[in-house]
């Protein structure tokens, strides 16, 4: 775990640190399509990406789901440190995307660490931000762009997240994360297929 940290955080946290992250941690390896947090959870402990995508998604009164963002390796998600620091329910659904692997900080050294490691304070004040540029942006998307729009930008994100051009996904489950219906999807789907942008297959789609 020790070369993981140094790899992908060595450039953010200090030594002492990351000997100390290495010391507490625990390592945690899970499939793509695992629920790591769900709504109304309470949260032990605090994850950094090591390896793979998560995408965090909000439900509203009648269960269906809307996509947020996704974290990526580097990342950690701000919402889970708000549940953790003040024993909060979840109000969040933590789904891999792909195959992740996660170190789990204990929750008790969120708070003692913000004030020992300057490196940590900068972490999660980062994460704060960047993580709410990204709430904005996707509300910017729900209020000022049209699905088309956002169906580009959700395909765009998928093959930066993946690193695949290929998105294996239904068309209703694509309905669900952008909270619209399959039927629309299929249509705009169609759209950007015979405009060449990408190429529909069983269950899946390339991004040409």
Known sequence: MLADLQLHYGHIFEKKLIEEINRVATLKKVSSGTTLMDIGQYIKSMPLLIEGAIKILREDDDGDELLLYFLEKGDTCAMTMTCCVGNHKSEIRAVTELDTILVMIPIEKMEEWTGKYKSWRQFVFD??????????????????????????????????????????????????????????????????????????????????
Not at 173 to 195: G, P
């Open 127 to 208: 994460s704060y931000h960047n993580r709410l540029m990204e709430l904005l942006e996707t509300v910017d998307n729900i209020a000022f762009k049209k699905m088309d729009e956002r169906l580009l930008k959700y395909l765009q994100d998928k093959v930066a997240v993946t690193g695949s051009s290929q998105i294996k996904n239904t068309h209703q489950e694509i309905a669900y994360e952008l909270h619209t219906s399959r039927v629309v999807i299929s249509r705009l789907l169609k759209k950007l297929e015979q405009k060449g942008i990408i190429e529909l297959r069983r269950n899946s789609l390339n991004v040409l």
